[in-house]
């Protein structure tokens, strides 16, 4: 089993419409996480963290789940720029940083 | 402020060859991770650098080295280069547990 499972998707999305999708992990102990998006041959950005309250930025909404061991990304309102793939974050450690990253999550918005 | 810079941005390289990429971080981050990204795949931790110290791994070959100068500069060199080795290569610098920040990449290609 994969540390960080994603459905690949692709998710196609009327513009306007409200998306979700999740990402499983399997280190029960993971400490932090975060959704990064990623456009088409270019680096990764971090898009939010993931708290375990859950946390909005806009249109943009994480969720943790940790007794299931998933994250949710709920985008409202779709824009044509929010096509991407979304990338799932884990750090597994208390110390360090290093991120173990899910296959990502691609998502069109069409008009 | 500067972000993450990465040099060079493309480089082709024959089998058999050596590699030598360079990533300058973020202003105030004191760690570097390096991460290995095939196409349509999420990024794979290579290793990451502390007070010039290697301090994590993955699941990478010898063959993949790096260092860390006390500027907190990093290299990452590749030996005896295989075809598989063709990827875009991402630096990531990090301070404590902050979300890390990447590079635009180096796009290596082993012909």
């Known amino acids: 089993r994969k540390e960080v499972e994603q459905d690949p998707g692709p998710f196609n999305v009327p513009e306007g419409a409200t998306v979700a999708f999740n990402c499983t992990y399997s280190?029960?102990?993971?400490?932090?996480f975060f959704w990064y998006r990623q456009d088409c041959r270019k680096e990764p950005k971090l898009l939010m963290s993931v708290y375990s309250s859950g946390n909005e930025d806009g249109r943009f909404t994480a969720q943790l789940n940790r007794a299931s061991q998933y994250i949710s990304l709920l985008i409202r309102d779709s824009k044509l720029s929010d096509s991407a793939t979304y990338l799932c974050?884990?750090?597994?450690?208390?110390?360090?940083?290093?991120?173990?990253f899910g296959g990502g999550t691609r998502v069109l918005v069409k008009p | 402020d500067a972000g993450v810079t990465q040099s060079p941005t493309h480089l082709i390289k024959t089998r058999g060859q050596q590699v030598t990429l360079r990533c300058s971080p973020k202003?105030?981050?004191?760690?570097v991770s390096w991460y290995q990204q095939a196409l349509g795949q999420g990024p794979q931790f290579i290793f990451q650098?502390?007070?010039?110290?290697?301090?994590q791994r993955g699941n990478f070959p010898d063959r993949f080295s790096g260092h860390q100068f006390p500027n907190y500069s990093s290299e990452l060199n590749v030996n005896a280069l295989l075809l598989g080795d063709s990827a875009l290569y991402l630096c990531a610098s990090s301070f404590g547990r902050q979300a890390a920040f990447f590079g635009q990449g180096t796009r290596l290609t082993v012909v």
């Open positions: 974050v884990v750090n597994p450690r208390a110390a360090g940083n290093k991120l173990t």
């Open positions: 280190n029960s102990a993971s400490q932090s």
């Open positions: 202003s105030g981050h004191d760690t």
């Open positions: 650098y502390y007070e010039e110290e290697e301090r």
